[in-house]
């Protein structure tokens, strides 16, 4: 009776496999998508000047007969995406773009079709440092076989490399914003953004082993190195809120020679590093406020760039260095590695070091009057710095 009663739930077990690999069987469709869309839809396409880039799909199986697949720009999907991903794309301008054809065919035999160009053929009515998005979808098929739905659109991620200059901190010069101390405002910020590009020629051989970027000493100060950690690891020195310290230190290991966007993002609950855009390390941090003013004496003079305490400068070079009092999100923070615009909202300060007076001196572009003053009066230019590069 035992030997019926297992050999019954048996039976049961091996219909219930049964019918679930038939179900799986039955459920399996093989799919057209665009192709490297499989993990995103986004493609990103850096262009100098006019450019092209081949767009093509794929299908999850090779064909027997030929397959016509119908492709569009549709600018309509932008703001759809740019709400789902927190981007703020926009479209092309007009007469900047083609599609050099609306079908593509995927051979008998094969499962990838032939390309269609898109191509930027004029880039004279960009906006400098804006980003563009392009969706281009799959509108129909001539023939039995479906489209992956999350792969049905490609968003081509358009950015138009920038030609500019920067900074050479090499020969001891630094610079100082004295106007951050008679500021009121600054004396409680509830969320705050720092942010830059840095190069660093070499990093400091002699103990303690700082390179400084930008900041505060002893409250806000993103630099190079210290006794405790290896000279080219950023890290947050201070994250002084509400009189306690809340420092941070980087995962990332810094190479010379090469450009990186750094920034470190207080938002009420935690101190972030960021680079290039990406979170590098965070810690904790309760909800408080940071005394940007730098006044108390123990803060070497205010907020510098290249500089802190009694030297231990930078020997590299700086661009793109902003001051916010917001936080900063990933997205932003990726979008706007090389420019932004000055009149954003909770933009403090912007210094993008690619001009300076005749003093030396770098004007803060908001109009907010935050000049950064030079130690030296005739600052090295770094010529031909690309970015993204």
Same mark, same amino acid.
């Given at each position: ?20 690999s038939c ?24 262009i100098?000047?006019?450019?092209s880039?081949?767009?093509s ?9 030929d ?15 740019n ?8 479209? =092309?301008?007009?007469?900047? %773009? ?5 079908n593509?065919?995927?051979? !008998?035999? #094969? *499962?990838? /079709? &032939?390309?269609?160009a ?19 979808t ?5 023939g ?24 050479? =901190?090499?020969?001891s010069? %630094? ?9 009121? !405002?600054? #004396? *409680?910020i /509830? &969320?705050?953004?720092?942010?830059c ?11 303690p082993?700082?390179?400084s ?26 994250g002084?809120?509400?009189?306690k ?39 904790e ?7 940007f ?12 760039i ?9 020997n ?8 916010w ?14 420019y ?23 004007t ?5 009057g ?12 770094v ?7």
């Amino acid at each position: 009776m035992k030997l019926n009663n297992i050999v019954f739930i048996a039976a049961i077990i091996s219909c219930v496999v049964a019918f679930t690999s038939c179900k799986k069987a039955a459920d399996y469709r093989d799919v057209l998508y665009f192709t490297g869309t499989e993990q995103t839809p986004a493609t990103k396409f850096t262009i100098d000047g006019p450019g092209s880039i081949g767009v093509s799909v794929t299908s999850s199986a090779k064909l027997n007969n030929d397959l016509k697949i119908h492709i569009q720009v549709q600018p309509g999907l932008l703001d759809a995406y740019n709400k789902e991903t927190g981007k703020a794309y926009k479209f =092309l301008p007009d007469g900047s %773009y083609a599609l050099s054809t609306d079908n593509i065919v995927i051979r !008998s035999g #094969s *499962n990838v /079709s &032939e390309s269609a160009a898109f191509s930027v053929t004029s880039v004279d009515n960009f906006e400098e440092g804006t980003i563009y998005c392009v969706p281009v979808t799959i509108t129909s098929v001539e023939g039995n076989m479906e489209v992956l739905q999350s792969s049905k659109t490609m968003y081509l991620i358009i950015n138009r490399t920038i030609i500019t200059k920067a900074v050479n =901190l090499a020969n001891s010069n %630094y610079f100082t914003v004295s106007s951050f101390a008679s500021d009121p !405002s600054l #004396s *409680n910020i /509830s &969320e705050l953004t720092m942010e830059c590009r840095v190069y660093v020629n070499s990093f400091q051989s002699a103990n303690p082993y700082i390179s400084s970027v930008m900041g505060i000493e002893e409250n806000f100060l993103l630099r190079f190195g210290d006794v405790s950690i290896e000279k080219n690891q950023l890290q947050l020195a201070g994250g002084l809120i509400d009189g306690k310290k809340y420092p941070v230190t980087s995962a990332t290991k810094f190479s010379t020679g090469q450009w990186y966007h750094v920034a470190v993002v207080y938002n009420g609950s935690s101190v972030r590093l960021y680079v290039n855009g990406k979170l590098d390390a965070s810690t904790e941090a309760p909800k408080g406020s940071i005394n940007f003013t730098g006044t108390n004496g123990t803060y070497m003079g205010g907020f510098h760039i290249g500089f802190s305490e009694t030297g231990r400068k930078l020997n590299g070079y700086v661009s793109e260095a902003r001051v916010w009092t917001r936080a900063l999100t990933a997205n932003e923070l990726q979008d706007n590695l090389c420019y932004v615009d000055p009149t954003s909202s909770g933009l403090l300060a912007y210094w993008r070091f690619n001009d300076t007076n005749a003093s030396g001196n770098v004007t803060d572009l908001t109009g907010h009057g935050h000049t950064a003053v030079g130690a030296s009066a005739s600052p090295i230019w770094v010529e031909g710095v690309r970015c993204p590069e």
